[in-house]
């Protein structure tokens, strides 16, 4: 299956075969790929390749896979308001990126790659690292140098090979770009194959709910992929006359790094501090496709909402309470809940995504002062 890749700024295309990640002027790419879905059509397991038809695959027989299934869609309770939780953080590496890490590594063999950066702050360097691993890639992997122990030795056990780049979130990604300069940059901030790749989450749950869209979904937001994944599956769905609404997306962020509601409010995000902070996973400074999250925000009537640490401790604890541990980054989606409790109504279904499993960050979780 052959796709253009297209510049949302310029109108540049580029034939897929050419391996660009970003076009000349800077802008990040989009693909021109408009599958026709069609539920009636599924077949198979529960599993990623359940959804083939919307995957911008050439040969999906073919791809390699860790057999991964359905996460489950779990009733839970937050702050007095019942939620449905997408476990995410159940998938192979412990993440939502292993959706976006098969797409984008089974597309790298299909173009005939086999050497690969990426940057990342930890789920996505473990699944790009596992992905690679399994496929024969050559995978380096560029992280801050002071992110969660766990996650670095998970890379490096997958056999990639680890740049751990003093500084800040976006010190990293700089470092990447340049190596990249002599392999190709599957950078999950930039590529849109690892947004058709993560947007797999939005069917399952669609599939899960049989097909009745929920009201509001929350995700926790660095770079956006999930969010954007999920923005791209309901516009399929709605093409195809699967809903005939979107429910409303919420990004959330950290107060440590919100560019969303900082460009909202025409500032400018400040430098992050040099030690890294609580919810590492959306500490992204400069998000490619920050337009392109807000015009998500916007068009299904959405709202960004900002997150204290003390709020996402709190959260942490009560999503642990009921026996699910996750990570901070997880965790503000939950603490999200509580700020959108009045505006809910009662008979709205809230999902909740949960992107991040707790045992990758337990170093991180274990030197939360008591005071915070």
């Given at each position: 299956?052959?796709?253009?890749l297209?510049c949302?700024?310029?109108g540049?295309?580029?034939?897929?075969?050419?391996?660009a990640?970003?076009?000349?002027?800077?802008s990040?790419?989009d693909?021109?790929?408009?599958?026709?879905?069609d539920?009636?059509?599924?077949?198979g397991?529960?599993?990623?390749?359940?959804?083939?038809?919307?995957?911008?695959?050439?040969?999906?027989?073919?791809?390699?896979?860790?057999?991964?299934?359905?996460?489950?869609?779990?009733?839970?309770?937050?702050?007095?308001?019942?939620?449905?939780?997408?476990?995410?953080?159940?998938?192979?590496?412990?993440?939502?990126?292993?959706?976006?890490?098969?797409?984008?590594?089974?597309?790298?063999?299909?173009?005939?790659?086999?050497r690969?950066?990426?940057d990342?702050?930890?789920?996505?360097?473990?699944?790009?690292?596992?992905?690679?691993?399994?496929?024969?890639?050559?995978?380096?992997?560029?992280?801050?140098?002071?992110?969660?122990?766990?996650?670095?030795?998970?890379?490096?056990?997958?056999?990639?090979?680890?740049h751990?780049?003093?500084?800040?979130?976006?010190?990293?990604?700089?470092?990447?770009?340049e190596?990249?300069?002599?392999?190709?940059?599957a950078?999950?901030?930039?590529?849109?194959y690892?947004?058709?790749?993560?947007?797999?989450?939005?069917?399952?749950?669609m599939?899960?709910?049989h097909?009745?869209a929920?009201?509001?979904?929350?995700?926790p937001v660095?770079?956006?992929?999930?969010?954007?994944?999920?923005?791209?599956?309901?516009?399929e769905?709605?093409?195809?006359g699967?809903?005939?609404?979107?429910?409303r997306?919420?990004?959330?962020?950290?107060?440590?790094?919100?560019?969303?509601?900082?460009?909202?409010e025409?500032?400018?995000?400040?430098?992050?501090?040099?030690?890294?902070?609580?919810?590492?996973?959306?500490?992204?400074?400069?998000?490619?496709?920050?337009r392109?999250?807000?015009?998500?925000?916007?068009?299904?009537g959405?709202?960004?909402?900002?997150?204290t640490?003390?709020?996402?401790?709190?959260?942490?604890?009560a999503?642990?309470?009921?026996?699910?541990?996750?990570?901070?980054?997880s965790?503000?989606?939950?603490a999200?809940?509580?700020?959108?409790?009045?505006?809910?109504?009662?008979?709205e279904?809230?999902?909740?995504?949960?992107?991040?499993?707790?045992?990758?960050?337990?170093?991180?979780?274990?030197k939360?002062p008591?005071?915070?």
């Amino acid at each position: 299956m052959n796709s253009t890749l297209i510049c949302p700024s310029c109108g540049m295309q580029y034939p897929e075969d050419e391996v660009a990640w970003r076009c000349r002027c800077g802008s990040y790419l989009d693909l021109a790929f408009t599958p026709r879905f069609d539920p009636a059509c599924l077949e198979g397991p529960e599993c990623f390749l359940r959804y083939k038809s919307v995957l911008p695959l050439s040969f999906p027989e073919k791809a390699f896979t860790f057999g991964e299934r359905f996460t489950p869609l779990h009733s839970m309770v937050f702050y007095g308001v019942p939620v449905w939780a997408k476990m995410d953080f159940l998938l192979t590496t412990g993440s939502f990126k292993d959706r976006g890490a098969f797409m984008m590594v089974n597309k790298c063999r299909e173009l005939g790659i086999t050497r690969i950066v990426e940057d990342s702050s930890g789920n996505s360097a473990c699944a790009m690292a596992a992905y690679s691993a399994l496929a024969g890639i050559e995978a380096h992997i560029f992280m801050p140098a002071g992110n969660s122990s766990a996650k670095t030795v998970q890379v490096r056990t997958y056999g990639a090979t680890l740049h751990k780049v003093p500084g800040t979130r976006s010190d990293c990604a700089r470092a990447a770009e340049e190596a990249a300069k002599n392999s190709y940059y599957a950078a999950h901030t930039w590529n849109p194959y690892f947004l058709h790749g993560t947007k797999t989450v939005i069917y399952e749950i669609m599939e899960q709910s049989h097909w009745q869209a929920p009201d509001v979904i929350i995700v926790p937001v660095g770079s956006g992929s999930q969010f954007l994944g999920i923005w791209l599956g309901l516009q399929e769905m709605k093409r195809a006359g699967v809903i005939s609404r979107y429910p409303r997306l919420v990004a959330v962020q950290s107060e440590h790094c919100a560019p969303l509601k900082n460009f909202m409010e025409g500032q400018q995000t400040p430098q992050l501090p040099k030690e890294p902070i609580l919810a590492e996973g959306i500490a992204i400074r400069q998000p490619p496709r920050l337009r392109q999250i807000l015009q998500a925000i916007n068009e299904t009537g959405g709202e960004t909402v900002t997150v204290t640490d003390r709020q996402i401790v709190d959260a942490l604890k009560a999503s642990a309470r009921q026996g699910v541990y996750i990570e901070p980054t997880s965790a503000a989606a939950v603490a999200a809940v509580e700020q959108l409790k009045d505006r809910l109504q009662k008979e709205e279904r809230v999902v909740v995504s949960l992107t991040g499993h707790g045992l990758k960050a337990t170093s991180r979780v274990e030197k939360i002062p008591d005071n915070i």
